[in-house]
Nanobody, 123 residues
Framework: QVQLVESGGGLVQAGGSLRLSCAPSGRTIGTFTMGWFRQAPGKEREFVSAISWSAGSTSYADSVKGRFTISRDGAKNTVYLRMNTLKPEDTGVYYC????????????????WGQGTQVTVSS
């Protein structure tokens, strides 16, 4: 079982930036495809971004393209989500997830999940 720990959430004004981090406990991110999902109050959890194990492929939800950047640092065993130009609609709990699949953008494709970190964007 891979335990994922997210950090970096917080309260920020619209237009601001945050960087989320995700690191596994007791395991390397190694060959996992890593993803970020988010869940706004009263809404279903949705895909935000994913990065392949080699970092050669990345994907983003249309709503965050051009504003968010996903990356991974094998040496630090950490995945990041850089969020710029934040909007109030980006508010939610952000979850890090890992899968052994080559790629995944659906919840059911991910096997391991973190507890989530809250991101609140004020207008």
């Amino acid at each position: 079982q891979v335990q994922l720990v997210e950090s970096g959430g917080g309260l920020v004004q619209a237009g601001g930036s945050l960087r989320l981090s995700c690191a596994p406990s007791g395991r390397t991110i190694g060959t996992f495809t890593m993803g970020w999902f988010r869940q706004a109050p009263g809404k279903e959890r949705e895909f935000v971004s994913a990065i392949s194990w080699s970092a050669g492929s990345t994907s983003y939800a249309d709503s965050v393209k051009g504003r968010f950047t996903i990356s991974r640092d094998g040496a630090k065993n950490t995945v990041y989500l850089r969020m710029n130009t934040l909007k109030p609609e980006d508010t939610g709990v952000y979850y890090c997830a890992a899968t052994a699949r080559i790629y995944g953008s659906r919840e059911r494709e991910y096997d391991h999940w973190g507890q989530g970190t809250q991101v609140t964007v004020s207008s």
